[in-house]
């Protein structure tokens, strides 16, 4: 109780409460979905060792693309620093009203992130040789039939964070980013070696990961 008293007292009238836009993910069979409301992302992925999967994608009624790739991610602007970042997509600050589309090990070298408005209507089917696919929401995981079509779509729902004064997003990123690039420029002056040099810059991309994962 001593330690709550004293947390509370040391951010009384230093903090900000901020709302966060989250997303639904639906189909037609009611109560198939176990957690339909997503934080960070909604991720299509392909289950267990089976090949990659294809997704077509219906963006406000219209066909986008078909993405042949191991999986996608729909992601928020507060979820583009979790698994979103980790695939190669891209940073975005967490107020901007957008849905990120980022496929997983995509088998093409010409399908790159999308970024598109968060009033968005998204449809996806999944074909999979298996007959399965992988859904994940915010990391809870269950395995459907690629008979299912998913609906995404923007929430109703909003979930309040809290923000210490004087912490703010990108000033924290590139601090981050400074530091680690002073430290590889040591490691590759004094090793001489490319090897150190790609295993840094993972464990930058590693701590972001897990520094911005925020779980609702």
């Known amino acids: 109780k001593r330690n709550i008293f004293t947390c ?27 957690s339909p ?10 289950s267990g ?3 990659m999967i294809a997704v077509d994608v219906t963006l406000n009624g219209e066909f986008l693309h078909n993405y ?14 979790a698994y979103n970042l980790s695939v190669g ?18 088998h093409s070298l010409n399908i790159r992130p ?20 992988l859904l994940s929401v915010d990391g809870r995981s269950q395995v459907l039939n690629h008979d299912i079509q998913l609906h995404v ?3 109703q729902r909003t979930i309040k964070l809290v923000r210490i ?9 590139v601090n981050v980013y400074e530091f680690v690039l002073m430290r590889i420029n040591v490691v590759n002056q004094v090793l001489d070696c490319d090897f150190y040099l790609h295993i840094v810059r993972l464990l930058f991309f590693l701590l972001l990961n897990i520094q911005f994962r925020t779980e609702p």
Do not use: W
């Open 8 to 34: 509370r007292t040391g951010i009384t009238n230093n903090y900000t409460i901020e709302q966060r836009r989250m997303l639904e993910v639906s189909c037609q069979q009611d109560g198939k979905i176990a």
């Open 37 to 46: 409301y997503a934080l960070n992302e909604i991720a299509v992925l392909k």
């Open 49 to 51: 060792l089976s090949s």
């Open 68 to 81: 042949k790739a191991d999986g996608l991610l729909i992601a928020t602007p507060t979820g583009s620093t």
């Open 89 to 106: 997509g891209p940073l975005l600050d967490p107020h901007v009203s957008a849905i990120i589309l980022t496929p997983v090990a995509t």
């Open 114 to 133: 999308l970024v598109v408005l968060d009033d968005s209507k998204i449809d996806i089917k999944i074909s999979s040789r298996n007959g399965n696919f």
């Open 153 to 155: 779509e923007r929430s």
């Open 165 to 173: 004064q004087g912490l703010r997003f990108f000033s924290f990123q």
